[in-house]
T-cell receptor
């Protein structure tokens, strides 16, 4: 089942480059998220996006910018990539901010910055 | 903001034994507590969740208990099997506020030895 799909699955790039990760959900959910999972497996929320309202985690550098063309898509653009950005990035979605459905994750994008 | 502590970080049991993972949370307004299982190289998947109007929920070999007064909740897996080996994450959210952002614990790596 690919209810939340993200591309690419793997992304290898050099420091200083700009890259994007795409995410789409076909569950009809109204809220989408980006989570970062570091090498220690810690899952940390980066953004949530609901009805065109963006909630930004204050610890996320402004090099990271989410873009949502519609409620089924939430893409993540990263400028000037750094070594510390290497991680697995998970897109997720839910309905009405978890009040009516659990969080559904995509399969992740493993970003490696060299 | 919410802070979720999870223990232990690693847990090794013999097949057939029980496993217990414990979490505490800081925000008394939190009212939704899911548990996710993440197998190696895969996405986190919901295995069970509990909302604050119940104290216990069971699904076959998996059960979750919630103590709102003490602000802690636990995952219990009985009759463990090798396929239960994975990283387990607890999480907490106040889905009535902050658009329901889930805050995760740091995970427990469960190993079930045959």
């Amino acid at each position: 089942d690919t209810a939340v799909s993200q591309t690419p699955k793997y992304l290898v790039t050099q420091m200083g480059n700009d890259k994007s990760i795409k995410c789409e959900q076909n569950l009809g959910h109204d809220t989408m998220y980006w989570y970062k999972q570091d090498s220690k497996k810690f899952l940390k929320i980066m953004f949530s996006y609901n009805n065109k309202e963006l909630i930004i985690n204050e610890t996320v550098p402004n090099r990271f910018s989410p873009k949502s063309p519609d409620k089924a898509h939430l893409n993540l653009h990263i400028n000037s990539l750094e070594l510390g950005d290497s991680a697995v990035y998970f897109c997720a979605s839910s309905q009405e901010g978890l009040s009516n459905s659990p969080l559904h994750f995509g399969n992740g994008t493993r970003l490696t910055v060299t | 903001g919410e802070n979720v502590e999870q223990h232990p970080s690693t847990l090794s049991v013999q097949e057939g034994d029980s496993a217990v993972i414990k979490c505490t949370y800081s925000d008394s307004a939190s009212n939704y507590f899911p548990w996710y299982k993440q197998e190696l190289g895969k996405r986190p998947q919901l295995i069970i969740d509990i909302r604050s109007n119940v104290g216990e929920k069971k699904d076959q070999r998996i059960a979750v208990t919630l103590n709102k007064t003490a602000k802690h909740f636990s995952l219990h897996i009985t009759e463990t099997q090798p396929e239960d080996s994975a990283v387990y994450f607890c999480a907490a959210s106040n889905y009535g506020g902050s658009q329901g952002n889930l805050i995760f614990g740091k995970g427990t790596k469960l190993s079930v030895k045959p």
